[in-house]
């Protein structure tokens, strides 16, 4: 086998220089502002992440997780309920780890069937999880509120979730140049197909719905010093699981970095709109929804790469008149 | 004894509901996650008619249901059938109906919180108890039960002995060889997914005579009905009505014998234990 880096093309060093310009550039954004901006940002990269994690499932399987809130939740929560006796990185891998395990359960139990029982189970899954939560901690504990009070502010947020977006475009990269990330292409073009070429299609699902939800869970935990009062109706709020799919939907889920062009102008929109008309939420977001089915079904780089096409084409036809009317001349 | 009925009552208000869904999803192919905002729009509807006019909810369903059809055959006709034309296979027609439902669902909540605002509404109907078996239940909640069984009993002659419920029931076997013995399919699937609204609408009404509502609870009720689908096995109605009982008496009892917060928590039980053993549906038949 060569080593890693040997096996890297120079595109792929290209983009890799670009995307570390960028982060960098990125980081130095508390520098400027630790406002508004700063607050901005911090929920455009929340987002980045999560939508990014969420296509490295749904992506290839073409499978609707709306599980996110869950998976956030049991992060936010690992960091809650034991940021008094053990250190924050530990608590950040138990919230890996824990969501891992449910989105591991969720897998087994859904995944050997079709698209539609997955879509369903997860649907529940937040309000599922919120309520044995609610209900453990009314039973076994004092109250149903945790407070989390750590030396982190919105700057150390940021910074963290930034190196956790480096980790999971890595993390897509490899995966897509592993056998796993193969597997998934032929599971994801024909089902049938990659079941005859010997795939076992439900492991290499479940395997791959664990690495997205672990990175979810680890958002949930990153997010929790920044709740500072943790409810397990702040932590599994169902919305979140929604805004993650039209994001990804509408930038485009063909490409690791697609979902990219759907959270930026999503979150600032999005922000606009809670702050100007708060009642209209839920009319931006089904009105967002019916956008990507009826205008843009492959999201916005599907967009991009059509129009290219035409361009190309467009040229192409352009120089053939071109030469058609030489030789007219002569 | 008192659970029972309790969880039977609740299971026919699932029924309706479920019912309406399993028509849409079994014989249009459209898994709509937008059904619960029929049930809840009827709701209001049911209310405004009782509080402006005075009119008995269950005379109400007679208003509320036709315009339920109406608007779910134009939401079929205009939204859904470019998306079923479009594509390419079922998987693909799966993803799509479920986002633009999804749109439809938001847009609806959207619409109602506008309109209604996120208060929680209830009104007085048949208020009175009434006793069975030496236990005293609410008259609404035992007449509620009694029309959702007459619109379900309906529903069953008019699918099994009737030329075109037959039609529709040939379409949800399959659509391309019910067009072949000169069945209009996309016409019966518009039918079907308009009377599943209506349906849904139907319980809507009857719900609200005792159950207090809002403009955003649509959702858990579309989750419930769809894991009933899926129990009861998708596009069988008869699986969908025991399904449903099921349900409601496993709610019911959890709620009252362990913790009221625990629901959802029985309901999945139940749906994991149906994944796991008979993802077919209760009295499905196996796939090859």
Known sequence: ?330 | MEILITGIVLGGTYALIAVGLTLQYGVSRIMNLANGENLVFACFGAFWLWSTFTINPVVGIALVAPVAFALNWVIYVWLLRPLVNRARNRGQLEVDSILATFGLMFIAQGVMLLGFGGGYYNYNFLSQPIAILGANYGLNRIVALGAAMVIAGALYLFLNHTRYGTAIRAVAVDPASAGLVAIDVPRASAFAFALGGALTAASGALLSTFYTFNASMGTLFTMKALIIVIMGGVGDVRGAVIAALLLGITETTVASLIDPGLTLAATYTLFILVLLFRPQGIFGRHLA
């Open chain 1, 1 to 330: 086998m060569k080593p890693l880096l040997a096996t890297v093309s120079r595109k792929e060093a290209g983009i890799a220089v670009l995307g570390a310009a960028g982060l960098a550039a990125a980081a130095t954004l508390p520098l400027f502002d630790t406002g508004y901006y700063l607050s901005l940002a911090l929920n455009i990269v929340m987002y980045v992440v999560l939508c990014t994690a969420w296509t490295l499932f749904s992506g290839p399987t073409h499978y609707i997780s709306l599980a996110t809130a869950a998976f956030f939740g049991i992060g936010t929560y690992s960091v809650a309920l034991g940021i008094d006796h053990l250190p924050f990185p530990l608590l950040v891998a138990i919230g890996f780890v824990a969501s891992s395990v449910l989105a591991g359960l969720v897998g087994i139990a859904t995944l050997r069937l079709s698209g539609v029982y997955f879509v369903i189970f997860t649907l529940g899954l937040a309000e599922l999880v919120r309520q044995v939560v609610t209900w453990a901690q009314t039973n076994f504990t004092h109250g149903v509120g945790l407070y989390v009070f750590t030396d982190f502010n919105e700057t150390h947020i940021y910074w963290m979730l930034l190196g956790l977006a480096a980790i999971v475009y890595v993390t897509g990269w490899l995966i897509n140049r592993s056998r796993l990330g193969f597997a998934m292409r032929i599971i994801g073009n024909d089902e049938t197909v990659a079941r005859h070429a010997g795939i076992d299609t439900a492991r290499a699902k479940v395997a791959l719905f664990m690495i997205s939800g672990g990175f979810i869970g680890v958002v949930g935990a990153f997010l929790a010093p920044r709740f500072a009062y943790v409810e397990p109706p702040s932590a599994f709020n169902p919305m979140i699981s929604f805004q993650v799919v039209i994001m990804a939907l509408l930038g485009g889920t063909g490409r690791l970095w697609a979902p990219l062009l759907g959270v930026i102008p999503f979150t600032i929109l999005f922000d606009q709109v809670s702050a100007h008309f708060p009642n209209h939420t839920s009319l931006v977001i089904g009105i967002a929804f019916m956008a990507v089915v009826y205008l843009l079904p492959r999201g916005v780089i599907g967009f991009v790469d059509d129009m290219r096409r035409l361009k190309r084409k467009f040229r192409i036809v352009l120089a053939e008149d071109g030469a058609a009317g030489k030789e007219h001349a002569s």
